[in-house]
C-alpha cells in the first residue's frame, strides 16, 4: 500500500494522543462531528490538535438527527469539557452533514451546535471536511462511518463528484451477530477485539461496502482510495477493498479521526 504523507500521518497520531499542549494566544478551532455512532469533538491550536473528545451518539441516523435533546446534551457536555480543560469559552465552531441529505436536515446540525452553546457555526460536508485533512489531489476520500460511506472524487484537487450510500460500520455489526450468535451490543466491542477472527466473517459486508465505493466512481476507476471513517479500521479491511475492486487503497492511522479534524480545519 502506498505511505501515507508524514504530515497528515503526524497530525492523526497528534490528535488521537490529544497533546493539549497549552494555547496562550493561539488560533482555535472547534470541529464537532455528530456521527451515527459517535459524537466527537476537537480543539485545534493553531492548526495542531489539543483536545480531542467523543461521547456515544445515537442521536443521528441515516445522517439526520433523530433525537435533537440527546445531540445538543452531548455537544454541550463536550463543549463546556474542553472549555474547562483548556481555560477559556468556546463560541465557534464548524460542525458537518453526509453530503446529498436535504438542506432542512444539514441544518438541524447547526441548530444542534447552537442550542449547545455556540454563537456562530459554519457548515461543510463530511467528505469535504475528510479532504481537509488529507488535502488529496487526484484520488477518492471515502469516508465510512457507523451508518454511511460518504465518497468524493478529486481530480488535481478539485471535487468532481459527490454521493453517499447507506452502510458502514453498523451494518458490519448485524453481519457478526448474525454470524456469531452475538447480540448487537455484543457483536460491536467483539470485532475491535477480535479483528482477527471477526474479519473473515465480515468479508461479504466489506464488498458490499466496496459494490458502493464502486458504484460511486464509475469512470473514476484510475484513482487510489483513501479510507477514513471507523468502520474499516478493523486490521485488513483496507486489503479486503483493494482486492476485491482492484484498487490501489492508501490507509490511515486512527482513521475515524479524519473527518473530525478536518471539521475542525474548516471552522471560523
Ligand atoms: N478499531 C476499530 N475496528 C473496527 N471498527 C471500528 C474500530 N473503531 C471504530 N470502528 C467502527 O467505526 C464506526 C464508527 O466510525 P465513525 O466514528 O467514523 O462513524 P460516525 O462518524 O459516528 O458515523 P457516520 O459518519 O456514518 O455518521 C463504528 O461502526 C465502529 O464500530
Ligand atoms: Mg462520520
Redesign the pocket.
Known amino acids: 500500500m502506498p505511505a501515507v504523507a508524514d504530515s497528515v500521518h503526524d497530525l492523526l497520531v497528534e490528535a488521537a494522543a490529544g497533546s493539549g499542549a497549552p494555547t496562550d494566544g493561539a488560533r482555535l478551532q472547534v470541529g464537532v462531528?455528530?456521527?451515527?455512532?459517535?459524537c466527537?469533538l476537537v480543539v485545534l491550536a493553531d492548526g495542531r490538535p489539543v483536545r480531542v473528545d467523543s461521547r456515544p451518539?445515537g442521536a443521528?441516523a441515516d445522517?439526520v438527527v433523530v433525537d435533537f435533546a440527546r445531540a445538543v446534551a452531548s455537544v454541550r457536555g463536550l463543549r463546556e469539557a474542553a472549555q474547562d480543560a483548556l481555560g477559556t469559552s468556546l463560541t465557534r465552531a464548524a460542525t458537518a452533514y453526509?453530503p446529498c441529505i436535504p438542506t432542512a436536515d444539514a441544518r438541524a446540525c447547526t441548530f444542534v451546535c447552537e442550542a449547545a452553546g455556540f454563537d456562530e457555526v459554519a457548515l461543510v460536508d463530511?467528505v469535504t471536511a475528510a479532504q481537509r485533512t488529507l488535502d488529496v489531489r487526484d484520488g477518492v476520500v471515502v469516508?465510512?462511518?457507523?451508518?454511511?460511506t460518504?465518497v468524493g472524487v478529486y481530480r488535481d484537487g478539485a471535487l468532481v463528484r459527490l454521493d453517499d450510500r447507506a452502510g458502514?460500520?453498523?451494518h458490519?455489526?448485524l453481519v457478526l451477530a448474525g454470524a456469531l450468535g452475538l447480540s448487537l451490543e455484543d457483536a460491536?466491542p467483539y470485532?475491535?477485539a477480535h479483528?482477527s477472527e471477526a474479519l473473515p466473517v465480515l468479508v461479504p459486508g466489506l464488498q458490499r461496502i466496496a459494490e458502493n465505493v464502486r458504484a460511486l466512481t464509475v469512470g473514476h476507476e484510475d484513482l487510489p482510495l483513501h479510507l477514513?471513517?471507523?468502520?474499516?479500521?478493523?486490521p485488513g479491511?483496507g486489503d479486503v477493498l483493494a482486492g476485491y475492486l482492484e484498487r490501489t487503497v492508501v490507509t490511515y492511522p486512527h482513521?475515524?479521526l479524519i473527518?473530525p479534524v478536518g471539521i475542525a480545519r474548516s471552522a471560523p
Do not use: F, N, Y
Open positions: 462531528d455528530l456521527g451515527t455512532a459517535s466527537v451518539s443521528l445522517g453526509p463530511e469516508d465510512v462511518g457507523g451508518g454511511s460518504g458502514g460500520g453498523h458490519l455489526d460491536e470485532k475491535r479483528p477514513a471513517g471507523g468502520a474499516l479500521m478493523i479491511a482513521a475515524l473527518t
